[in-house]
Antibody, heavy 118, light 106 residues
Framework: QVQLQESGPGLVKPSETLSLTCTVSGGSISSYYWSWIRQPPGKGLEWIGYIYDSGSTNYNPSLKSRVTISVDMSKNQFSLKLSSVTAADTAVYYC????????????WGQGTTVTVSS | DIQMTQSPSTLSASVGDRVTITCRASQSISSWLAWYQQKPGKAPKLLIYRASSLESGVPSRFSGSGSGTEFTLTISSLQPDDFATYYCQQYSSYPTFGQGTKVELK
């Protein structure tokens, strides 16, 4: 079955850019919407944005000015860049697939912890 | 954006109890609502989509209902594996989540 795996640095300095990649295995990245969601320590879930295989994107308005999500079909990967990070961006970052009917997110990565600190 | 408010924030219950969690939307979202279960250190798991449709492989003791602005998740007979935090999420517009309801052992 489809599995997702996040990868990237676990520590990012303030004002720098956070970069994460999600690798899709066991299935194609085509014809689905792929999301990034984050969860600060001890807090709830926040949707960051999604991308379709065509490259069309939609972002959370509160993060839109700092977020870029891109897709690499040849590698079956999609990526997140979040610029000008602060301590408030410290969180577990998840990648997830929106279900085939467009309802909910049915496949999730295990999550990767990113800490913003100097 | 559409705000999602869950109640209660914490729920204490015993094995075998019937448990109900409520989620309210700040405006109508039709039936565009999902429920997730999250255990500590794990990713969320989709339980219910489109307010009342059970995700494949999810036990039938989980059920969802509601439309418009008020929704409920019911666990008909709480099992030991069900102690977790539950989140609702709307997808009528860009996705937003409720703040979560922690189901703990009484």
């Amino acid at each position: 079955q489809v599995q997702l795996q996040e990868s990237g640095p676990g520590l990012v300095k303030p004002s720098e850019t956070l970069s994460l990649t999600c690798t899709v295995s066991g299935g194609s990245i085509s014809s689905y919407y792929w999301s990034w969601i984050r969860q600060p320590p001890g807090k709830g879930l926040e949707w960051i944005g999604y991308i379709y295989d065509s490259g069309s994107t939609n972002y959370n308005p509160s993060l839109k000015s700092r977020v870029t999500i891109s897709v690499d079909m040849s590698k079956n990967q999609f990526s997140l860049k979040l610029s000008s990070v602060t301590a408030a961006d410290t969180a577990v970052y998840y990648c997830a697939r929106r279900g085939p009917t467009g309802d909910g997110m049915d496949v999730w990565g295990q999550g990767t912890t990113v800490t913003v600190s100097s | 954006d559409i705000q999602m408010t869950q109640s209660p924030s914490t729920l204490s219950a015993s094995v075998g109890d019937r448990v109900t969690i409520t989620c309210r939307a700040s405006q109508s979202i039709s039936s565009w609502l999902a429920w997730y279960q999250q255990k500590p250190g794990k990713a969320p798991k989709l339980l219910i989509y489109r307010a009342s449709s059970l995700e494949s492989g999810v036990p039938s003791r989980f059920s969802g209902s509601g439309s418009g602005t008020e929704f409920t998740l019911t666990i008909s007979s709480l099992q030991p594996d069900d102690f977790a935090t539950y989140y609702c999420q709307q997808y009528s517009s860009y996705p937003t989540f409720g703040q979560g309801t922690k189901v703990e052992l009484k």
